[in-house]
């Protein structure tokens, strides 16, 4: 301290160790230690000790023993952190979710622009709400964010989880925001729907699905869930008469005027004003009638040549005459709405004509539309003189001709009974 001018008091400051954070062992403890944590992962630091000291005991040419804080702090920094024990009764996917999860790395992400991935769950309320039967139930939510802005594209409350909810939800999210690029679900019955993997694919949006047992791939909406129970839901836990018809209308208020319209913690700027700004890759939403005609699924029928319908969904539908000649047919229709059916050429992916159940009732006044025939294909009139011999006929005789040998059958005579003539 005496020799330093400038700071003679940093001079009686400690100095850092040579060997700081360095922990070395013996390689030949270093080698049994890994071999008995590849076998034992679950093992706490002070069992894993043990045993190298059991070991020890056995073999002296191991070389010296460390203390215990020693092999702990070189397991530690090594990255042999103790794992916890799968469970005995856990499902096979959530043990592979499980190794996944210890042997890839989790990173956040967010997408570049506006539009390109967008984020879609079901969530169940904490409240109940009244129903019209008297009944208190859990409705559920159903949400969609934006990845890059993190705005509510659509937030509803729903009593139940079927794909017609999800369609319904999701067909007034494009028409509010437009039309994205991809979306992101998880693995649920009501996501993996024909009519809503198939409505995606027809208006070119990418279905991006979480892997089994990863909500933290959907991070984002998972976090949104728990500002909605913080703020929203608990203004309305003192309501005992929550309607579901209020509950929506205080969400969407709460949406658009509260969420949408503050600060993000991690963007800095509210949701909305970051949509506004940021490039988008966003398209213009399809009409309703569109929406509606896309989220359908294309199924194959056998037509019954007998009275030309087809059985859907338990229902008689009547194929148009003109399509008679079909023996199979392929048919687009949403399992929620019977009433819009059509016939799908399924080469060009165009409708041929809709399709309406069976009337019986209709049919019993015994009108019949009259069937237009194909003249190119009817059968030349029959003429006065007699036909020729087909072809092979012809040669087939004329072979056995040529043998030279007589019919082989004995003719019968047949004489008239009596009283006959």
Not at 33 to 42: A, E, M
Not at 136 to 151: E, K, N, Q, Y
Not at 223 to 252: I, P, V
Not at 326 to 352: C, H, M, Q
């Amino acid at each position: 301290a005496r020799k330093e001018r400038q700071d003679p008091v940093a001079a009686l400051q400690r100095n850092v160790r040579k060997d700081a954070g360095r922990v070395t062992l013996v390689p030949r403890v270093v080698e049994a230690l890994q071999s008995q944590y590849k076998l034992h992962p679950h093992w706490t630091y002070q069992l894993h000790y043990d045993n190298l000291v059991a070991l020890f005991k056995e073999d002296r040419g191991l070389g010296p023993m460390r203390s215990y804080s020693t092999v702990r702090r070189y397991m530690q920094a090594h990255g042999m952190i103790r794992k916890a024990r799968p469970k005995p009764k856990g499902k096979p996917g959530e043990v592979r979710a499980a190794i996944r999860r210890e042997s890839r790395e989790v990173r956040s992400y967010e997408t570049e622009y506006v539009g390109s991935l967008w984020h879609l769950d079901f969530h169940h309320a904490s409240l109940p709400v009244l129903c019209q039967d008297g009944q208190c139930r859990h409705p559920l939510a159903l949400g969609i964010l934006d990845d890059h802005s993190r705005l509510c594209c659509h937030l509803q409350w729903f009593l139940s989880e079927t794909a017609e909810d999800l369609v319904h939800g999701l067909s007034q999210a494009i028409q509010k925001r437009r039309l994205p690029r991809a979306l992101m679900t998880d693995n649920g019955s009501a996501m993996m729907a024909a009519e809503f993997k198939e409505g995606l694919q027809r208006l070119g949006v990418m279905h991006e699905k979480t892997l089994p047992y990863s909500p933290h791939q959907n991070g984002k909406q998972e976090a949104f869930w728990g500002h909605l129970e913080g703020r929203l839901m608990e203004m309305l836990e003192q309501r005992s008469d929550l309607t579901l018809e209020f509950l929506n209308l205080a969400t969407q208020a709460w949406t658009e005027v509260e969420y949408n319209r503050s600060v993000h913690r991690e963007l800095a700027v509210s949701p909305l004003t970051r949509f506004r700004r940021s490039p988008s890759v966003l398209r213009d939403s399809p009409s309703s009638q569109e929406l509606r005609n896309a989220f359908r699924c294309d199924v194959r029928r056998r037509q019954r040549q007998s009275d030309g319908t087809i059985s859907l969904a338990g229902k008689r539908f009547e194929v148009p005459a003109r399509f008679r000649h079909f023996t199979k047919v392929v048919v687009r229709y949403a399992r929620w709405d019977l009433g819009r059916v059509d016939l799908i050429d399924p080469r060009e992916d165009s409708i041929l004509a809709p399709l309406y159940l069976l009337d019986r009732v209709a049919n019993a006044d015994g009108h019949r539309a009259p069937v237009q025939l194909d003249t190119t294909s009817e059968p030349a009139a029959a003429s006065k003189t007699p036909a020729e011999l087909p072809p092979l006929l012809k040669r087939i005789l004329a072979e056995y001709s040529a043998t030279g040998m007589p019919p082989s059958y004995l003719p019968k005579n047949h004489t008239p009974k009596k009283g006959q003539a």
